[in-house]
């Protein structure tokens, strides 16, 4: 069973046209900007100190992204602890998000999963990306993107990230190729930016990260990158995607086949505490 394959795909699947920002996230950026103004600090130096880097607070004050709780909390704390912040926050609503046709069937189902695991060789799988890593990612793309399409896919992108902290009780699952974060797309500073963003993220008690070294020597997900979802019936479904294509696979015998792929890849790659030590390491690297 296949999607509609009717606009061009974009890496790790995510956005073809611009998401409308709400109101309320434009209204909310702007007293963002305002205090932190008043407070002086520039976007760098605040970012600093909510931990965000300043591409993510731009967005946030552009009302271009969904700030999630950390950040309400720590901006709260860096501009005066008036409570504004955490009182307007619970009023956000977002715009429409841009996903691609073919993509957003995939993800609907995931916003209704009680399971979400994911096998990738390629990039950093788009739920666990940093802001920079994002825009990196999209700055490549051939052919060139408009500057209006690049920040609505970096946003859709994004936005979609909310549901690792939305949906706590979910399981999270990810089998990434160390080779993945060796890879300096960006340069230096992205990518010591999205190992600190990935290792925040998988310190969440419902996300799992593992990580398959470049040394191994055994290894069962070779046809490609994976994603495997159960839905609240206990059905399960497979997506898999790569050049301008996206497949979502409901047969179950192929389900199973793949679920055995991904299940044996999970013994084989490193356990998540030692995949956390290895990402410190390449932090320590940068």
């Known amino acids: 069973m296949t999607t509609d ?19 309320s996230l434009r209204t909310f950026g702007a007293v963002v900007q305002a205090l932190r103004e008043h407070a002086g600090l520039s976007r760098v130096q605040f970012g600093e100190m909510v931990r965000f880097s300043k591409h993510t607070v731009e967005s946030v004050e552009l009302g271009r992204r969904m700030p999630d709780a950390s950040f309400v909390e720590r901006a709260e704390e860096a501009l005066g602890n008036t409570g504004a912040l955490r009182h307007s926050a619970r009023f956000l609503t977002r715009g429409e998000a841009g996903l691609a046709v073919w993509f957003r069937r995939w993800a609907k189902l995931e916003r209704e999963a009680v399971s979400l695991c994911t096998y990738e060789c390629r990039l950093v799988p788009g739920l666990l990306q940093s802001e920079g890593y994002a825009r990196a990612l999209f700055e490549n793309r051939i052919p060139l993107l408009t500057d209006e399409q690049l920040e609505a896919q970096v946003v859709a992108r994004l936005d979609r990230q909310s549901m690792l902290v939305e949906r706590s009780t979910v399981p999270f699952h990810f089998i990434v190729e160390e080779a993945v974060f ?8 992205v990518r010591r930016e999205q190992l600190e963003h990935v290792l925040e993220r998988t310190a ?3 996300v799992a990260l593992q990580l398959v070294p470049l040394e191994v020597e055994y290894h069962s997900c070779m ?19 790569g050049q301008e294509s996206g497949r979502l696979i409901a047969d179950p015998k192929e389900v ?3 679920q055995q792929r991904y299940d044996t890849l999970r013994s084989q790659a490193l ?3 030692d995949s956390r030590a290895l990402l410190e390491r390449l932090r320590g690297e940068t």
């Open 182 to 189: 060796r890879r300096r797309l960006g340069g230096g500073e």
């Open 204 to 206: 969440f008690r419902n």
């Open 256 to 258: 199973r086949v793949l």
């Open 271 to 273: 356990n998540p505490k």
């Open 223 to 241: 046809d490609g990158p994976l994603r495997l979802l159960e839905t609240p019936e206990g059905r399960r479904l497979a997506y898999s995607e």
């Open 5 to 23: 394959h009717v606009e061009p795909a974009v890496p790790g699947g995510e956005c073809e046209r611009e998401p409308g920002p709400s109101d």
